[in-house]
């Protein structure tokens, strides 16, 4: 395990979560907070980096099979969304039962298939940002038969060549009311970030053993984040919406990615304190329940008739989804996928023998 990257995980869910603050109040609506859904595509890009990270020797060596591979990815995945979409319902009773497309939204959610579809009202149902999850889904399905094409650094420079010329130009003649659909949601497209990470491991393992010193490699972390907020503040331009749904932030997202995974500066030092390591591995249930949080927040604030200030509001969301992520990682996430896990470890022993 990177550690730097897995509490990189809890700054990006801070940042999606403060992407849906405008929910909370229009006070939050300005495009520093609201544009933090730029962090989906740093999630995208750290799980391909990150699933080769872990993956991508075992699979070169035919050291593990396709089942031994994505029964994991299953048990982390499923049972959580599975989990948040049930309490969804019971916070929404009776929304499912009044109307039949609302049936039909229940089954693509109940098989993480929304991403797929693409219309807001299917693709945002339910707990609305598990169609993150329906999308990371179709990136663990492909990797194993995509894992080994980004090898060679002559793969790696084509790849990379053509999607930076040409995502842009097909984003730039998509008609306005499919942009979010088809660049923002849709995974045949997302595989795109998840193809950089993979590709952006490959590079790692060629610099991971350079010498740098503390100075040097602080150096680069601070350049790095100041190419990010460079570019989020450029972001601001509403005529780069659509660039900003992936190909904006790609390489800000590759030079944070590469630069802190090889933990050599003071603030990879920082991202390495147990605090924020604990913090990132909470970040999926943060992530998948904090919808959850603001929509029983307001519901209960409208039928009590309170008159509520947006900053305690904020705040109180923001802690009861930390407590939330918490106790669903320790009581849910955590045992379930361990229990899931030996299962499968036990029925591929059986049918070994």
């Not at 609201?34 to 035919?62: C, E, H, M, P, W």
């Not at 999850?133 to 060679?152: D, H, R």
């Not at 959850?292 to 009590?304: A, C, D, H, M």
């Amino acid at each position: 395990m990177i550690k730097t990257l897995t509490s990189l995980r809890a700054i990006l869910a801070i940042m999606i979560f403060l992407s849906h603050s405008f929910m909370i109040d229009d006070l939050f609506s300005g495009f520093l907070l609201k544009n933090g859904y730029v962090a989906v595509t740093f999630f995208f890009i750290l799980s391909g980096f990150v699933i080769s990270y872990n993956y991508q020797r075992q699979i070169d060596q035919n050291e593990i099979s396709y089942s031994g591979f994505i029964y994991p990815r299953i048990s982390k995945l499923y049972p959580l969304h599975l989990f948040t979409l049930v309490i969804m319902i019971a916070i929404n009773f009776g929304y499912i039962l009044n109307y039949e497309r609302d049936i039909l939204k229940f089954i693509i959610n109940l098989f993480l298939l929304q991403s797929y579809v693409p219309l807001s009202e299917y693709y945002f149902s339910y707990n609305s940002v598990s169609w993150c999850l329906s999308t990371e889904m179709f990136f663990y399905i492909c990797f194993p038969f995509i894992a080994g094409c980004f090898n060679k650094s002559k793969n790696i420079c084509i790849t990379v060549l053509l999607l930076f010329i040409l995502v842009p130009v097909l984003m730039y003649f998509t008609p306005s009311e499919y942009l979010k659909s088809i660049w923002y949601i849709n995974p045949f497209v997302r595989i795109a970030d998840f193809i950089l990470g993979i590709m952006l491991y490959n590079l790692y393992t060629r610099v991971k053993t350079i010498n740098i010193s503390r100075l040097k490699a602080t150096l680069f972390e601070v350049m790095a984040v100041f190419l990010f907020a460079a570019v989020y503040l450029f972001y601001a331009n509403p005529d780069y919406v659509v660039y900003g749904y992936s190909v904006l932030f790609w390489l800000p997202a590759l030079s944070i990615i590469l630069i802190f995974s090889l933990e050599k500066g003071l603030i990879s030092r920082i991202l390495r304190t147990d605090f924020l390591v604990k913090a990132g591995n909470y970040s999926l249930c943060f992530y998948m329940s904090h919808m959850l949080v603001i929509v029983f927040y307001k519901k209960i604030i409208k039928r009590l008739s309170i008159e509520s200030n947006c900053y305690i509001d904020i705040s109180l969301i923001f802690i009861i989804s930390c407590i939330s992520a918490i106790l669903i990682y320790l009581y849910f996430e955590k045992p379930v996928t361990g229990y899931l896990k030996q299962y499968f470890q036990k029925r591929a022993a059986y049918n070994a023998v």
